[in-house]
């Protein structure tokens, strides 16, 4: 009798710089992220995926065939537990320290730590290998790569610019965010850049900075139309607009269209 070939786990370092032993591949993952998971999906692992939080809204099926496990920032323990799962993924600023200080203590962890385009093209690349799917990662992110080659901003300056990602109280992306440099790509300067990360801001603090468009980011708060004339009351000169903020935000695979739509929204200043 044939007896089933058996790998030894495979040691790799996560974006956080911790060593971690991951059975390989991996059978059994849940995921923390929702751009995560929708990488992993993307990355031919939908039937290895156990567990995803109630975030991860793409692709759609991921919610059925996957157990829901709490949320980013407060997990499930009893539902994880029931997955033995012997690969988790997460990220150092979308969960929390406390909850995955816990479940390191059980599991293989494996997490994240994105703020520019190269970490994340890295992590999709990693990701792939350490899930065995490294010719499919390496190729996402080959073609994420040359997307962004060719996004070419037809504005001669940078076009001034506020992202909101909340309401009451305001607040923004600032510098050292992965949306930042979403923005320099797409050929807007953000007024705020100077600032760190998600400053709340008031509305005083957006006039002087006169940004010529606010985006208005349909995540994590929900903005919409209805939210427009609220912002030009604030800076009546400025162009109001509502964006995509998976495209803004998302690191994963959903990088893919990125480029695309950052092309035609400047486009269309």
């Not at 993952?29 to 290895?48: N, Y």
């Not at 965010?177 to 509305?203: K, S």
Request: with cysteine; aromatic share 8%; glycine share 6%.
């Amino acid at each position: 009798m044939e007896l089933p070939l058996i790998q030894p786990p495979l040691t790799v370092t996560d974006q956080m710089g911790r060593r971690v032993a991951v059975p390989f591949p991996p059978q059994r993952i849940v995921s923390l992220v929702p751009s995560q998971t929708e990488l992993l999906f993307d990355l031919g692992l939908g039937e290895r995926v156990v567990g995803v939080t109630k975030f991860c809204v793409h692709p759609a099926r991921a919610r059925q065939s996957a157990a829901v496990i709490g949320g980013t920032k407060n997990f499930d323990f009893e539902k994880i537990d029931a997955l033995r799962p012997d690969l988790i993924i997460g990220n150092k600023e979308e969960n929390y320290q406390d909850g995955i200080e816990q479940l390191a203590a059980r599991y293989p962890i494996w997490l994240s730590d994105i703020t520019t385009l190269a970490e994340s093209l890295d992590m999709i690349r990693r990701v792939g290998l350490l899930t065995g799917r490294k010719e499919a990662g390496d190729a996402l992110a080959a073609e994420i790569t040359a997307s962004f080659a060719a996004l070419a901003p037809t504005a001669s300056e940078p076009v001034p610019a506020a992202y909101f990602i909340w309401r009451k109280p305001y607040m923004v992306a600032a510098g050292g965010t992965f949306i930042d440099e979403m923005l320099a790509r797409a050929g807007f300067r953000n007024v705020f850049g100077q600032l760190g990360r998600y400053p709340e801001i008031t509305p005083e603090q957006l006039q002087d900075a006169a940004p010529r468009q606010i985006l208005l980011s349909s995540e994590p708060y929900p903005f919409a139309e209805k939210h427009v004339a609220e912002f030009q009351q604030h800076c009546p000169a400025a162009q109001i607009r509502i964006v995509d903020g998976e495209l803004f935000s998302w690191y994963g695979s959903r990088l893919r269209l990125t480029a695309a739509y950052l092309k035609a929204l400047i486009s269309a200043d």
